[in-house]
Structure formats: C-alpha cells, structure tokens
Nanobody
Framework: QMQLVESGGGLVQPGGSLRLSCAAS????????IGWFRQAPGKEREGISC????????YYADSVKGRFTISRDNAKNSLYLQMNSLKPEDTAVYYC????????????????????WGKGTLVTVSS
C-alpha cells in the first residue's frame, strides 16, 4: 500500500520551532517531485516548499522563505520541514505530497501535479 504519513505537528508559541516529518511506504520518493502544502482555516491549500524530481531545485513560497527549510533523506525514504520563527498565520494543516515518477513542473505545481498525499498534521501557532 502506497502511503505518506506526516508527523511532528502540534501547538507552539509564536517565534518557536517545529520539525515536520513525512515517511513514505510502498513506493520510493526517488526521482519524484516532493513537497509540503498547507491549508489554513477558510483558505485554499497552497504549496509552500517543494523539491523537484531530480533534487536540484528547491522552491519556497514567499510567506515561508528564510524561515522554513525542506530536506529529504533518501535512505529513510522521508521528507522533512524545519519551521522556525513561527507566526500565528502559519497555523494550518500541513500535508506532504509526491508526484508521479519523473514528473517535471515549476515549484510545487498544482494539486493535480501531485499523485500521493498524506492525511495531514495540524500546526497551531498561538500564545
């Protein structure tokens, strides 16, 4: 069974940090575009950070640039998102996603460019 499972969400104070993890099973993340999306209450889901299919390009949305860092561990078939200097507006459900093998697109593409999705993990930034 092919699946992505996120972990690491929770409640954090403004200015704090969290590290999200995404473990893939049933398929390899190699040679796929992979990334993190989020959906805040009342808003559409947005791609915030992605790595392209060959790992050579990394994309960050302006809203998280300089604060979030995406990384992958091929040996563990996992994806990570280090989130620093968190703000209340970062409150959202965070999803990891992966494309089909070798799929190419700019940044995080659209939801339709990703074939596999996790169920999400909630991040709440509040004092």
């Amino acid at each position: 069974q092919m699946q992505l499972v996120e972990s690491g969400g929770g409640l954090v104070q403004p200015g704090g940090s969290l590290r999200l993890s995404c473990a893939a099973s049933g398929f390899t993340l190699d040679y796929r575009a992979i990334g993190w999306f989020r959906q805040a209450p009342g808003k559409e889901r947005e791609g915030i950070s992605c790595i392209n299919y060959n790992g050579r390009n990394t994309y960050y949305a302006d809203s998280v640039k300089g604060r979030f860092t995406i990384s992958r561990d091929n040996a563990k078939n996992s994806l990570y998102l280090q989130m620093n200097s968190l703000k209340p507006e970062d409150t959202a459900v965070y999803y990891c996603a992966a494309s089909s093998y070798g799929r190419r697109f700019y940044g995080c593409g659209t939801d339709d460019d990703m074939n596999y999705w996790g169920k999400g993990t909630l991040v709440t930034v509040s004092s």
